[in-house]
């Protein structure tokens, strides 16, 4: 390791190799973009190629290591072959970072959730989120070395605050992320997650108040508090960096909130 210009330790995953969900925009871009400047070589996916390419280009310009696989998630054959083709090009799995996920629209209420909704958020978020730490797990039990897995959940996991079918599938993965925890408590693998509030990216953008139900957007603005900032992707990539560096070796089973406070 060495220290940056500004005092910072940099290399924190040199000889790591790491896998980005949803790597193409927002917080999996800045993540795949920070892990390689720390060392690590970075395997990025999403199921639109163009964007992927975009965000391989600036890992490779800043002179990092880069594999892109084009992949859907909520397919267990594309997680399958996401961990294959990560091993075929470099050996192992150190670090897995489950970011891809969808949101829906208009926040809908358990009364008034939708079952295309349901079948579409949980196929993906969580379904496919597990898909992925299933097949990266029997990598990582194969190292002697430690190995984190890192799954990007939500606010709304936590507090409630979102539409019935979204807060069920981010719920989801705080539960599974405790669960992975246990199971490799001990070993070489560790699990957290990371629950963000409101997050300025692409996919967030697109949700406007005239679209969402009037009543659970009103329930949620009761709750939040609107004078604190709003995450951006690099406040959230520099928490997933700790967790799958051997600085968090002793943390396990934990979903952090990173919402600035807003829902405290």
């Keep these: 390791m060495e220290l940056s210009e500004k005092g910072f330790?940099?290399?924190?995953?040199?000889?790591?190799?790491?896998?980005?969900?949803?790597?193409?925009?927002?917080?999996?871009?800045?993540?795949?973009v920070l892990m390689a400047k720390e060392g690590a070589k970075v395997v990025i996916s999403a199921r639109r190629e163009a964007p992927l390419l975009e965000v391989a280009e600036k890992i490779k310009a800043a002179g990092g290591e880069v594999l892109t696989v084009v992949t859907d998630i909520s397919k267990p054959e594309d997680a399958k072959n996401l961990v294959a083709k990560t091993?075929?090009?470099?050996?192992?799995?150190?670090?897995?970072?489950?970011?891809?996920?969808?949101?829906?629209?208009?926040?809908?209420?358990?009364?008034?959730?939708?079952?295309?909704?349901?079948?579409?958020?949980?196929?993906?978020?969580?379904?496919g989120t597990m898909y992925c730490?299933?097949?990266?797990?029997?990598?990582?039990?194969?190292?002697?070395?430690?190995?984190?897995?890192?799954?990007?959940?939500?606010?709304?996991?936590?507090?409630?605050?979102?539409?019935?079918?979204?807060?069920?599938?981010?719920?989801?993965?705080?539960?599974?992320?405790?669960?992975?925890?246990?199971?490799?408590?001990?070993?070489?693998?560790?699990?957290?997650?990371?629950?963000?509030?409101?997050?300025?990216?692409?996919?967030?953008?697109?949700?406007?108040?005239?679209?969402?139900?009037?009543?659970?957007?009103?329930?949620?603005?009761?709750?939040n508090d609107l004078r604190v900032p709003i995450c951006m992707p690099e406040d959230v990539a520099n928490i997933i960096l700790f967790f799958a560096s051997d600085e968090s070796r002793a943390i396990t089973g934990q979903a952090i909130v990173s919402d600035f406070g807003s829902t405290l």
């Design 9 to 32: 330790i940099m290399g924190r995953l040199d000889g790591k190799v790491a896998i980005v969900t949803g790597g193409n925009s927002g917080v999996g871009a800045a993540t795949a």
């Design 87 to 127: 091993v075929e090009a470099f050996g192992k799995v150190d670090v897995l970072v489950n970011n891809a996920g969808v949101l829906e629209e208009g926040l809908k209420p358990i009364d008034r959730v939708l079952d295309a909704d349901m079948d579409k958020i949980i196929d993906t978020n969580t379904k």
């Design 133 to 223: 730490m299933r097949e990266a797990a029997e990598e990582m039990k194969k190292l002697e070395t430690a190995c984190s897995i890192i799954n990007v959940a939500s606010v709304a996991g936590v507090m409630g605050c979102g539409g019935a079918a979204y807060v069920a599938s981010k719920a989801a993965i705080v539960g599974v992320t405790r669960h992975t925890a246990l199971r490799f408590a001990g070993t070489n693998i560790r699990c957290n997650a990371i629950c963000p509030g409101s997050i300025v990216t692409p996919m967030v953008a697109n949700m406007k108040p005239e679209n969402c139900d009037p009543d659970m957007f009103g329930q949620m603005m009761k709750h």
